[in-house]
């Protein structure tokens, strides 16, 4: 019972970031490709500083923060799958003190360099993940391989994301017919088996096969001939090259100066 309350938890969780992409906000009506140039601009500015840079980052979180609150988000959907991801990225940079033991005296504290690059990976890392997943809680799986399409993407490479995508939640209900299948012929176990671990395997990649080439006729019988349509209007207006304008040179200033250390000094300044 616990395994299929997981299953059908998951299957819940994997329709939420659809339904989040469908509201009608100032974000969601924003171009797909405008939010998948901005996000672009953004990871790459992101991913350029220098390893031991963590107040020149703080900045880059007025983004995500700004895309959040217009887009009318719920925070706990978002900060969810944040906190999943925290353990991966804590695991990537935790070794890095015991590496890079250098100290250096940050406001009359000692640390070693290794603590400085963890932060900074902890921040470039949840800026990263936080992006992506506002990317795709305000514009969804359809548009977003459709702007994939206009950035001249490779056919193949976004048909297979976007299917994966999609189906995957198909994978996850013969995941979970099957579980309940065991479960009503072994009611006094807790779990699966690991003696019956290698028979449900094979089965299921039988049961998914079975269900792909089904799924691939099917979608032959309606016309599909290996490209993706929306049917919906491809051009940007105005409002969409101002927002990846106005957001790309936000983030350039940011790189170019450390905001946090000029405001800082100015306040200095004027307390002198």
């Known amino acids: 019972m616990n395994s299929m309350a997981n299953f059908s938890n998951t299957l819940y969780n994997m329709g939420v970031m659809n339904d989040l992409a469908r509201k009608d906000t100032p974000i969601h009506r924003i171009h797909p490709l405008a939010k ?23 900045p880059l979180i007025f983004y995500p923060l700004l895309v959040f609150l217009f887009a009318e988000l719920p925070a706990g959907p978002i900060l969810k799958r944040i906190l999943f991801v925290e353990p991966f990225i804590i695991g990537i940079g935790i070794l890095n003190p015991f590496f890079d033991q250098e100290i250096v005296i940050i406001g009359g504290i000692a640390l070693s360099r290794g603590w400085i690059t963890f932060f900074s990976i902890f921040i470039k890392s949840g800026l990263a993940v936080t992006a992506g997943l506002l990317l795709m809680a305000t514009t969804g799986m359809d548009k977003l391989a459709a702007a994939l399409r206009l950035l001249k993407i490779p056919r193949l490479f976004v048909l297979q994301l976007l299917l994966t995508y999609r189906y ?20 006094t176990h807790k779990g699966v088996h690991r003696s019956a671990w290698g028979s449900l395997a094979g089965q ?24 993706y349509h929306t049917g919906e209007d491809a051009h940007m207006q105005w409002r969409d090259f101002i927002y990846v304008i106005s957001w790309s040179i936000f983030f350039v200033i940011i790189r170019l100066y450390n905001i946090p250390m000029v405001i800082g000094a100015l306040l200095m300044g004027v307390i002198r």
């Open 204 to 227: 299921l990649l039988l049961r998914t096969l079975d269900r792909a080439q089904r799924i691939y006729q099917a979608m032959c019988l309606r016309g599909f001939t290996g490209e």
């Open 168 to 187: 995957i939640s198909l994978l996850m209900e013969e995941v979970a017919r099957t579980i309940r299948a065991y479960s009503l012929r072994a009611p």
């Open 36 to 58: 998948v140039l901005t996000t672009f601009v953004y990871l790459l500015i992101l991913v350029s500083f220098d390893r031991y840079e963590i107040s020149g980052l703080l």
